[in-house]
């Protein structure tokens, strides 16, 4: 598959992952979190999604599209580590966690996603849903959209 066709796959598992997670989650409280602002484009799409609910986004740089910049007391901005044992200390009930870490070298990303999984799990509310692009550590995996190949994103409760 070509890494054109592979980018497609990924973003419209990301949208459509996003779409049905948010249908999960009706009727329960909890904020969401975006590891992973990048470019902006899962951040603006879970604002469109869930514009009442307060959206969290972590990254290590701010170089998202000038328009999808969140605001400052949303913005987690430093290495995962550091920011999610905030997030924690703060005693956030995440409802809702997306991760989206990662540069695309396959072994590098599972590694960081299985060191950061026992620390994502501090911030979650009992019961939240996280969709995932590289597989975690620790949570119950979940079937989620039928749109959406087994390998490609992956969905676990808390
Ligand atoms: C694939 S991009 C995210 C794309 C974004 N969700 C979007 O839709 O545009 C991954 C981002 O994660 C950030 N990142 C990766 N590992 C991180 C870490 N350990 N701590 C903080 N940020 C990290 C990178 O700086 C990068 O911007």
Redesign the pocket.
């Known amino acids: 598959m070509s890494r054109l066709d592979s980018m497609l796959r990924r973003l419209s598992a990301?949208r459509d992952g996003l779409n049905w997670a948010v249908a999960q989650i009706a009727g329960h409280p909890g904020e969401v979190l975006?590891?992973?602002?990048?470019?902006?484009?899962?951040?603006?799409?879970l604002r469109e999604i869930l514009p009442d609910r307060r959206i969290r986004v972590?990254?290590?740089?701010l170089?998202?599209h000038p328009s999808?910049t969140p605001p400052e007391a949303d913005f987690l901005q430093?290495?995962?580590?550091v920011?999610l044992n905030h997030l924690a200390n703060e005693g956030a009930q995440i409802i809702l966690a997306?991760y989206?870490?990662?540069?695309?070298i396959k072994e590098e990303d599972v590694a960081?996603a299985a060191r950061?999984s026992p620390l994502i799990a501090r911030v979650l509310a009992p019961g939240a849903l996280l969709v995932s692009?590289q597989p975690l550590v620790g949570f119950e995996q979940i079937s989620g959209p039928d749109t959406i190949a087994r390998d490609r994103y992956l969905f676990y409760r808390a």
């Open positions: 990301q975006d590891m992973g602002l990048g470019n902006g484009r899962t951040y603006d799409h972590m990254d290590r740089v170089a998202c999808c430093g290495e995962a580590e920011m997306h989206d870490f990662g540069r695309g960081e950061l692009g």
